[in-house]
């Protein structure tokens, strides 16, 4: 059976070639080889489109952005706490009711998710993340110039929806553009960026609250029009088609080249017709050419099968409910804890976790983490395992 991407003849069964990389055996088995000796992981090719291959400055300018919605992704829901008295006047709303609106954006970003990251696996990254950024910039537009509750609250979910592609997909643009062991530190920045998000909203909210508190809402729609600008600028497609790739072209060396095993491969990178990254378009809506695909309703099928693994769950709530819920129940109750002081003097209150959060994520993940692992794999022959991760945890 055949199939065709942009005019190339292809078979699904070379689309499912899959190089052993010791997943079956809980094992990250690595087969290319680094600078300094270790194996890495993803294999990468000589292809000049391969993320993995482009040049530092590109990847570090693609994980700013992903990570400047993410700092988004809990930045909208806490920047309007500083300004609830001034909402339960113009919404004519109690103060269990104004609580809500932080809730209703947390929703969204806890259903988006869902929704977003299966297309983000068929149609590709950057047009999911333009998808959503369009979504949170009209929705942020309508929470600034709504006029009840109800058209308040709707926008605020959407908020949320148009953002949360920053988790899931935002994650797998860093696994597309960095080796395994170069993530400790990406994924550390990463984290910083909604973490920071969640502190500095309120500390930011608060100073804005002096013009207005639509004025809060005006400038979080301004900072969505710059992420929309420098996503169509800067933000190629990342998701490649790496086993298809693999299997026609010499593999990729991040030290020295092989040379005897590349002139076994004929065919040049350059001449292979299959669009990807940077050669697909602006607002590509195909399916992403040379890849299996999953259906669009797969990622909630995985959220459901994940109960299955309590120690999964556990982990995930225990982590979810000693930070985020603690930090969310502190931050919605401050204005009326502290109504002696003015809502700039409250938003200041939380610049001592924003410090403590960035100096955490600094020097006690990140880089350490890949330091850490990397000593641990080259005394277990150069496997990494994911448990390695854990010792630059306990040091936290």
């Not at 065919?267 to 602006?282: F, G, H, I, M, S």
């Amino acid at each position: 059976m055949e199939e065709k991407g942009n005019g190339s003849p292809m078979t699904r069964d070379k689309f499912d070639e899959k190089p052993s990389t010791g997943w079956e055996t809980g094992q990250v088995h690595d087969i290319g080889i680094s600078k300094d000796g270790m194996k890495v992981h993803p294999q990468p090719t000589a292809d000049p489109l391969d993320p993995l291959n482009w040049s530092s400055f590109r990847k570090h300018t693609i994980l700013a952005i992903v990570m400047y919605l993410y700092f988004m992704f809990t930045y909208i829901t806490t920047t309007t706490v500083p300004s609830f008295p001034e909402l339960q006047d113009q919404l004519g709303i109690s103060y269990s009711q104004v609580n809500w609106t932080v809730a209703i954006p947390a929703l969204g970003l806890a259903v988006g998710p869902l929704f977003w990251s299966s297309l983000a696996d068929i149609y590709g990254r950057r047009i999911i993340f333009i998808a959503g950024t369009i979504i949170a910039f009209a929705a942020t537009i309508g929470a600034a110039a709504a006029k009840g509750y109800g058209g308040y609250m709707a926008a605020r979910f959407l908020q949320g929806f148009g953002a949360s592609p920053a988790a899931t997909v935002g994650m797998a643009v860093v696994m597309d553009l960095f080796y395994e062991h170069e993530r400790g530190q990406k994924l550390g920045l990463w984290v910083l960026a909604i973490d920071t998000g969640l502190l500095a909203g309120p500390i930011i909210g608060g100073f804005i609250d002096l013009v207005s508190a639509a004025w809060i809402q005006w400038l979080t729609a301004i900072l969505f029009g710059v992420l929309l600008v420098l996503e169509f600028v800067f933000m190629p497609e990342t998701l490649y088609p790496r086993n298809y790739m693999l299997g026609r072209m010499p593999p990729g060396s991040s030290g020295a080249e092989d040379v005897e095993r590349a002139s076994q491969f004929k065919e040049d990178p350059a001449k292979l017709e299959l669009t990807r990254t940077t050669r697909l378009k602006v607002l590509n809506f195909r399916p992403v050419p040379g890849m299996r695909h999953p259906k669009p309703w797969d990622s909630l099928i995985r959220f459901v099968l994940t109960f299955k693994f309590s120690v999964v769950v556990v982990g995930v709530l225990a982590y979810c409910f000693t930070w985020y819920w603690f930090m969310l129940t502190i931050i919605t109750m401050v204005p009326a804890a502290y109504v002696q002081y003015s809502p700039q003097i409250q938003g200041l209150l939380f610049l001592g976790l924003l410090v403590g959060t960035v100096f955490s994520e600094l020097f006690t993940s990140g880089r350490l983490s890949d330091y850490i692992v990397i000593k641990l794999a080259k005394k277990n022959g150069g496997v990494r395992l994911p448990e390695m991760r854990y010792v630059s945890t306990d040091i936290g």
